[in-house]
Nanobody
Framework: QVQLVESGGGLVQAGGSLTLSCVASTRTVTTPFMAWFRQAPGKEREFVGTINIWGGGTIIGDSAKGRFTLSRDNTKNWVGLQMNSLKPEDTAVYYC??????????????WGQGTQVTVSS
């Protein structure tokens, strides 16, 4: 069982930056990827990005390209989501997930509780 804990959410003005953190309780062979998804009120959960914790390769979702980057520190089982040039439409609950990789929720077995990001205009 992998437990994920997110942190770093909060209120930020449009154009600002925020870094989200996710710490995993352990690593398994079935969870080589850690990803971020987000869900705004009344909307479907959306893929933000994913990172291979061993090789460091990333896939970034269309809404985040050019503004968000993922990084990891395997010594701490930590994955970060650096968000720049934030827009009000980035307002959502951001979830960390661990799994086999991919861009859909079904590709991930473990989920954190989420952290709220609110971008004011």
């Amino acid at each position: 069982q992998v437990q994920l804990v997110e942190s770093g959410g909060g209120l930020v003005q449009a154009g600002g930056s925020l870094t989200l953190s996710c710490v995993a309780s352990t690593r398994t062979v079935t969870t080589p990827f850690m990803a971020w998804f987000r869900q705004a009120p009344g909307k479907e959960r959306e893929f933000v990005g994913t990172i291979n914790i061993w090789g460091g390769g990333t896939i970034i979702g269309d809404s985040a390209k050019g503004r968000f980057t993922l990084s990891r520190d395997n010594t701490k089982n930590w994955v970060g989501l650096q968000m720049n040039s934030l827009k009000p439409e980035d307002t959502a609950v951001y979830y960390c997930a661990a799994g086999r990789g991919g861009t859909t929720q079904n590709d991930y077995n473990y989920w954190g509780q989420g952290t709220q990001v609110t971008v004011s205009s």
